[in-house]
């Protein structure tokens, strides 16, 4: 009889561990579902805005399973997102000491450090998940951004390179090698006509044609001009015509990573643009991508009652949203006792780059817009106007071409109280050398 008992006491003893080992198991697979649905719930909490909530789901998650990872990722991007970095780097160095190579959390560290500022140790953490994962695409196009933010124009290049033998179709890989390529080139031919036409008091029709040639340096961009204005108006009757030129020169220095300026001088000998004019504007980078700047214009113009000198200050603001830009810029000239003012806003909404945009522009006001700002006959202070111009700008052959097309209407008061419309046309071709 013992020897009996002592066989089923082991059997019994078998079956109650298997018994305790498949309960354990359920446990686990229970919680484990359940620590899913509450990180997805975390995720729409933190992907709402709602990341103090979504915190405190994934608290809740690892007091009941402390190896969920995930949860402590996402509590580190949050933290990143309101910009403690100090709380999320603890958070995301608590999974690498656990799981030194969770790749998740290795992205997550190259993010976060890229948004504190600190591209150097971005640039380590991309370096640190190549270790474990060579052939991760994603690091090498992170590495690649970080690089050229950096100014790392020849390691960008090595980087590209790189990933483009480890996967020759990637189209990011492609993109980035064609930015490359045409970042490279230095001169840019540009060919620009303006036309502005309208009926009253007297049919006028003014054309303007400028070529440019520019040129990108290290310390920043050089442009020189050749303006032709061709003037075709009627009045009482006789038509009459004018050709003049204009020989100017625009230069943007940059003077810090936050600031540059830009200059500009021109010169007339006839008598349809100034006999001179001249610009300086310092513009600053400011946080959140805002930029700010201020400056002035002077155009001094040689007419038959002697000369006229013009000062027009001029300041704008502008902020960089997702793809958008928006910037409103104001106009200020003042005369004896009276400034003139003028307000122009404008937005883009840009496309697959910063090349590729359509554009909305609003203006109102008495003083010259910087077009306008180039036309002698132009009287800057008496009347007021508004306008109203759509742009759209594209790129062709391999992003070297660049056209931008602009079309306008305007109201303009030509004397108190008498407004007549004003169509305008623009066109602008780039090819880049």
Known sequence: MVKLLLPLTLIACFVLMCSNHISAQKKNAIQSESSSVKFKKAQQLAFNGNRAEARKVCDSILAQNPEYHDARILIGRTFAWDKNYTEARKELQLVLDKDYD?????????????????????LFYCD?????????????????????????????LQTINELLEMNPGNEEAIKLFKAYKSARRKYALTIKHDFEH????????????????????????????????????????????????????DAYPRISATNYMYLNYGYSPDNLFPEHRAGAELYQKLPSKFEASAGMRFLRFDGSS???????????????????????????????????????FITRRYLRDAKQYVGLELGTGTSPDEARGNVSNFDTYKYDSWKIRLAYQNQLIDKRLTYLLRAGYEKEEYEVNEKRRVLTFSVKISYHL
């Open 102 to 122: 969770n790749k998740d959390a290795i992205f997550a560290f190259i993010d976060l450090e890229k948004w504190s500022g600190d591209l150097s140790k971005a």
């Open 128 to 156: 640190y998940g190549q270790s474990f994962y060579p052939r991760e695409e994603g690091f090498l196009l992170r590495k690649i951004k970080l690089q050229q933010e950096k100014g790392l124009e020849a390691k960008s």
């Open 198 to 249: 309208f009926e009253e008091p007297y049919i006028r029709r003014w054309h303007v044609t400028s070529l440019q040639l520019s040129r990108r340096n290290s310390w920043g961009s050089l442009i020189g001009k050749v303006n032709i204005g061709d003037l075709v108006k009627s009045d009482e009757k006789l038509w009459s015509k004018g050709i003049s030129k204009q020989f100017e020169v």
């Open 306 to 344: 002697g000369h006229k000198n013009v000062y027009i200050y001029t300041g704008s603001v502008g902020k960089y949203y997702r793809n958008y830009w928006f910037s409103l810029r104001g106009y200020f000239t003042p005369k004896d006792s009276e400034v003139s003012r003028s307000v122009f």
